[in-house]
């Protein structure tokens, strides 16, 4: 059975930086495409970057430039690296797989706040 | 950037059908398109129902089923019950980018 743990997230600064995390168990990243989703608080999902097994990567443009998702197959684990946090930026982020593999985390919360 | 637009909300009898919609504004949604729903019930994470435009997976309840109608992606729940009162997003591959609508709130009543 597939499931994703996604960690790393907290209160951080404007401008500040964080690394989340999203272990995989039941399933083999190097394999699969996987997605990060935010939702911030009352709104809608929101996608925010996605990782193919080929190795090619998308960004949304309201991170572009900021957020880098990356993967370690070796560990089965999704980063998304965020940087120049923005007060916008505040939100559950959830990681996903695709396909057949479209199960979903329960989501890490992040609130950038002074 | 294209625009994912769906009904913001429906109201469906216990026991009724209802079909909820997912257009494109670059044109028909296709196959190719790779058209997903997902469910979201208040307080808890997303589930995927459908994937691929038809595909189910193991949790899906039968009385969900995906389709392509008129150029469009469309879900329909036949046989409505009052767990499936929730948000419903849909989710278009624009490849290499991925885009959600912004949700129908479905109401059993």
């Known amino acids: 059975e597939v499931h994703f743990l996604e960690s790393g997230g907290t209160l951080a600064q404007p401008g500040g930086s964080l690394r989340l995390s999203c272990t995989a168990s039941?399933?083999?990243?190097?394999?699969?495409?996987m997605s990060w989703v935010r939702q911030a608080p009352g709104k809608g999902l929101e996608l925010v970057s996605n990782?193919?097994?080929?190795?090619?990567?998308y960004h949304a443009d309201s991170v572009k430039g900021r957020f880098t998702i990356s993967r370690d197959n070796s560990k089965n684990t999704l980063y998304l690296q965020m940087n120049s946090l923005r007060v916008e930026d505040t939100a559950v982020y959830y990681c996903?797989?695709?396909?057949?593999?479209?199960?979903w985390g329960q989501g890490t919360l992040v609130t950038v706040s002074s | 950037q294209a625009v994912v637009t769906q009904e913001p909300s429906l109201t469906v009898s216990p026991g009724g059908t209802v079909t909820l919609t997912c257009g494109s504004s670059?044109?028909?949604?296709?196959?190719?398109?790779?058209p997903y729903w997902i469910q979201q019930k208040p307080g808890q994470a997303p589930r995927t129902l459908i994937y691929?435009?038809?595909n189910k997976h193991s949790w899906t309840p039968a009385r969900f089923s995906g389709s392509l109608l008129g150029g469009k992606a469309a879900l329909t729940l036949s046989g409505a019950q009052p767990e499936d009162e929730a948000e419903y997003y849909c989710l278009l591959s624009y490849d290499p980018a991925r885009l959600f609508g912004g949700g129908t709130k479905v109401t059993v009543l």
């Open positions: 691929d435009t038809n």
């Open positions: 996903t797989g695709h396909g057949s593999s479209s199960q």
């Open positions: 039941g399933f083999t990243l190097s394999s699969n495409g």
């Open positions: 670059t044109g028909a949604v296709t196959s190719g398109h790779y």
């Open positions: 990782s193919v097994s080929s190795g090619g990567t």
